[in-house]
T-cell receptor
């Protein structure tokens, strides 16, 4: 799986949009971009994933650049409860190989301030 | 939220004792996973299951065994616990290998 690079930490004001970047310059054509987050003392929570088109769900939006070398997770109206470590993960799309596991890096600690 | 229950949520035990952690799901998902999370290492896969009685090793399987006798339950056993197995253990489930994994709230295990 391709390696990802994320900032160590970010701050965001409550009510504002939080934009979390991820670099995955070695991503290959059959790899998805996944985002998870982990709130302190809880299990990782799946947020969203995408291949090459932008995706939106009730939690967030995922913007993937045209060359797929980077992506941005957008939380449109951050709340204090969104304070967490956010992980960007690249994962092979096809069944088989090593894609049975998720490889979590260090992630970005997002702190939402009142 | 996915219906995943891990038990116990916290456990303290002594070196050399057997320990079994349970993961129970109500989603009827085929795939189940056990991870451990330690500072500096992130989450690491211990074992996973791709069906009843079908399991395989992950990247840190030494000292652990698993069993899955029915779809909804996946057990992780430490036959003889060691202090290096002190960790937070997470169970995850997924419908298919290439689908998102959903995690339980974890078991905090301390081995003294």
């Amino acid at each position: 799986d391709a390696k990802t690079t994320q900032p160590t930490s970010m701050d965001c004001a409550e009510g504002r949009a939080a934009n979390l970047p991820c670099n995955h310059s070695t991503i290959s054509g059959n790899e998805y971009v996944y985002w998870y987050r982990q709130i302190h003392s809880q299990g990782p929570q799946y947020i969203i994933h995408g291949l090459k088109n932008n995706e939106t769900n009730e939690m967030a939006s995922l913007i993937i650049t045209e060359d797929r070398k980077s992506s941005t997770l957008i939380l449109p109206h951050a709340t204090l409860r969104d304070t967490a470590v956010y992980y960007c993960i690249v994962r092979v799309a096809k069944v088989g190989g090593s894609n049975y596991k998720l490889t979590f890096g260090k992630g970005t600690l997002l702190t939402v301030n009142p | 939220d996915a219906g995943i229950t891990q038990s116990p949520r916290h456990k303290v035990t002594e070196t050399g004792t057997p320990v079994t952690l349970r993961c129970h799901q109500t989603e009827n998902h085929r795939y189940m996973y056990w991870y451990r999370q330690d500072p500096g290492h992130g989450l690491r896969l211990i074992h996973y299951s791709y069906g009843v009685k079908d399991t395989d090793k992950g990247e840190v399987s030494d000292g652990y065994s698993v069993s899955r006798s029915k779809t909804e339950d996946f057990l992780l056993t430490l036959e003889s616990a060691t202090s290096s197995q002190t960790s937070v253990y997470f169970c995850a489930i997924s419908e298919a290998l290439n689908q998102p994994q959903h995690f339980g709230d974890g078991t905090r295990l301390s081995i003294l």
